[in-house]
Structure formats: C-alpha cells, structure tokens
C-alpha cells in the first residue's frame, strides 16, 4: 500500500490558492520498490513538459527530489509497503522549489487479490498481483507533482 503525504498539509496551501496550484507532468527516473527502497532513500524525478511557476520557467528535464517515507517489503500475507513524498524541483538558477504530489498520484492500495491503481498514469486500470506482492514502480512511471502559485499581491490601500 502507498500512502501519500497531502499537498496542502506539506505546502500549507488553503482556501483559493488550492485551486491556482500549478500541476506539472514528471516521471521517475529510476525504478522503486518495497522490496529494495529502505526509509529515508531519495529518488529522483524529471519534469515531462516545461512549465512556468511563480515566474519561473521550467524547462523539461528539470530535476526533482523526493524521498521514501515508509518502506516495508511484503513477507508472507503481509503486502509491501512503500510511502513516497515529493519534496524539491531543482530551479535553473540553483534554488530548489518545493512540491508535493497532485491528489491521487501513485496511490496503490492492495485489496483482496488485487493491486489496483488509483489515478496516475494507469487511469484506475487494476492488474493482477498476490497478497505478497511488492509495490513496484518502474524507471519512466508518469505522475503529476504541484507547486505552489505566486502569491496574489495585496491591493493597495492607498488607493
């Protein structure tokens, strides 16, 4: 099972700015799994398309880090466990932004028989998988992460 860490508690975003969150398209660049993934690893992500945040333009290919939160491999009835959270977009001008997964990205949850994908890039297609099976996402899985919007300015008081 993957749980996620929500966006708007990671990035403190609320009320209208959740709304005028920026989403960009990624894709890891190595492979994950609860069998190998131990907790507190980093793993890498890539943008898919440019995107301009807060001003910023993103060309693709713009780097990303992220870290496991939670890695268990399955072991007998128990199924693996792999908890993501995407942490950093690496800027052109060296900064780093933060970033968290869009809602329902690489959410996997194991019922009965069946590893069943929510979201993502598999669109809810289930495939088939045993109770003891690992979660597994290979080199290339698409998903989105979203940044925060620039902030809108206040209005001026003066008039």
Do not use: W
């Amino acid at each position: 099972m993957i749980a996620l860490a929500c966006l708007a508690a990671a990035l403190a975003i609320e009320g209208p700015y959740i709304a005028n969150v920026v989403h960009i398209p990624v894709h890891l660049t190595e492979r994950l799994s609860s069998q190998d993934a131990k907790t507190g690893d980093t793993f890498g992500f890539d943008t898919s398309a440019s995107a301009e945040v807060q001003g910023l333009f993103l060309p693709a290919g713009t780097h990303g880090r992220g870290v496991v939160v939670l890695a268990k491999s399955a072991r007998g009835p128990q199924p693996g466990v792999l908890t993501l959270e995407v942490r950093t977009l690496d800027l052109p001008d060296g900064k780093k932004l933060a970033v968290g997964l869009d809602a329902g990205q690489l959410d996997r949850r194991i019922e009965g028989d069946v590893r069943q994908v929510n979201g993502g890039a598999a669109n809810g297609v289930p495939f088939g998988a045993s109770r003891d099976t690992n979660v597994v996402y290979e080199k290339g899985t698409a998903f989105t992460v979203v940044a925060p919007p620039q902030p809108t300015p206040e209005p001026d008081e003066t008039g």
